[in-house]
């Protein structure tokens, strides 16, 4: 059945990717954007900062609110975090005024912290280890008690690492193994999850559609993996050599501690929780990478890779 959905985060990586399925599945979609920017032009627009605590949303009634807009994590300035991440949430949430059924918020694996060789699931405790995770945190807090205290259904997603087209797969991870600038930090010997950008916005629409609110999901796919592993198979799926390391001081002094950490700590997770749900389409890393270098191929986006 048709729902009435708005969207977060709507221009960004997964945002544009979750709002073509939505509309594709013959939901009603409207887009949260910020001026200046252009949404899917099939979904109706709002312009609007998250950060202005007078934003208005109007007086549409959702039955789910998809919020994925956030600061990225390369910010160091924690005001800045806390003022998009946290604050803004609370002003969307004060936009919404009770007009929606149902939240869905959008979160990392980072909140886990160090994990050690455990394998994560939903029952394990949060152990925030950096600011930008810490904010995250804390707005999906204020979620759950908000949306507990109005009867607003509340569910939160954590997801692996989600690669596809865009995001940091294609801008960080791809143009630089593309022009040899990428090296490992701790020579990539640390566990990450993954998830294809089909499989993280299929997860967040089963969700919906099965009506599974008032839980906690984590979203990975089903391979435990060393960073150095996935960077050097999609190395060698474009063709081009493995990358060398860097020493962990050297990116500390580029990324700042905080990056460091959430980049380079070791995580293994279960994904039994969501594949009761939603079937995977990539459960493993080799055939989503593939999937993606041969998509990244076929749009001439490699087309300098061959050296
Ligand atoms: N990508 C991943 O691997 C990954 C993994 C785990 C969790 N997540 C979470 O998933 C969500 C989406 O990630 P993504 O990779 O799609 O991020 P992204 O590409 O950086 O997109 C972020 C979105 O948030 C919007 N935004 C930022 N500040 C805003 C503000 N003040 N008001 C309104 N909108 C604002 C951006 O709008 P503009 O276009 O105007 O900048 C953009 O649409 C985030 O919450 C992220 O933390 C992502």
């Known amino acids: 059945m048709s729902k009435s959905i708005l969207v977060t985060g709507?221009?960004?990586?997964?945002?544009s990717h979750l709002v073509e399925e939505l509309l594709k599945k013959q939901h009603h979609v409207?887009?949260?954007?910020?001026?200046?920017?252009?949404g899917n032009p099939k979904s109706k627009t709002i312009t609007g900062d998250i950060t202005d605590k007078n934003m208005k949303l109007g007086d549409a009634k959702y039955d789910c609110v998809f919020h994925l807009a956030s600061h990225t994590p390369l910010e160091k300035n924690k005001k800045t975090l806390q003022n998009v991440n946290l604050e803004g949430t609370k002003n969307l949430f004060n936009a919404i005024?009770?007009?929606?059924?149902?939240?869905?918020?959008?979160s990392g694996m980072g909140v886990y912290g160090e994990t050690g060789d455990k394998i994560v699931d939903e029952t394990f405790p949060y152990s925030p280890n950096t600011e930008f995770v810490k904010t995250r945190l804390k707005a999906q807090e204020f979620l759950e008690k908000n949306c507990k205290e109005l009867g607003i259904d509340f569910s939160v997603v954590h997801f692996g690492d989600v690669y596809g087209t865009k995001g940091w797969f294609y801008e960080f991870l791809i143009k630089r193994l593309l022009k040899n600038t990428f090296r490992l930090p701790k020579g990539g010997k640390y566990y990450k999850?993954?998830?294809?950008?089909?499989?993280?916005?299929?997860?967040?629409?089963?969700?919906?559609?099965?009506?599974?609110?008032?839980?906690?999901?984590?979203?990975?796919d089903s391979t435990h993996t060393k960073f150095n592993d996935f960077v050097n198979y999609t190395a060698d799926s474009i063709g081009i050599k493995h990358p060398g390391n860097v020493p962990t001081f050297l990116v500390k002094a580029l990324l700042g501690s905080d990056l460091t950490k959430l980049?380079?700590?070791?995580?293994?997770?279960s994904n039994k929780k969501i594949s009761e749900i939603y079937q995977f389409k990539f459960p493993s890393y080799e055939t989503g990478v593939t999937d993606i270098i041969s998509e990244l191929k076929k749009k001439g986006m490699l087309a300098t890779s061959k050296r």
Request: glycine fraction near 6%.
């Open 193 to 220: 999850c993954f998830v294809h950008i089909d499989d993280a916005v299929g997860s967040l629409i089963s969700i919906l559609e099965n009506n599974r609110f008032n839980e906690r999901f984590n979203v990975v």
């Open 97 to 106: 005024n009770n007009n929606t059924k149902s939240f869905l918020y959008v």
């Open 263 to 269: 980049l380079t700590t070791s995580i293994k997770a």
């Open 30 to 38: 409207e887009s949260l954007i910020r001026k200046g920017k252009t």
């Open 10 to 15: 709507a221009t960004g990586f997964i945002g």
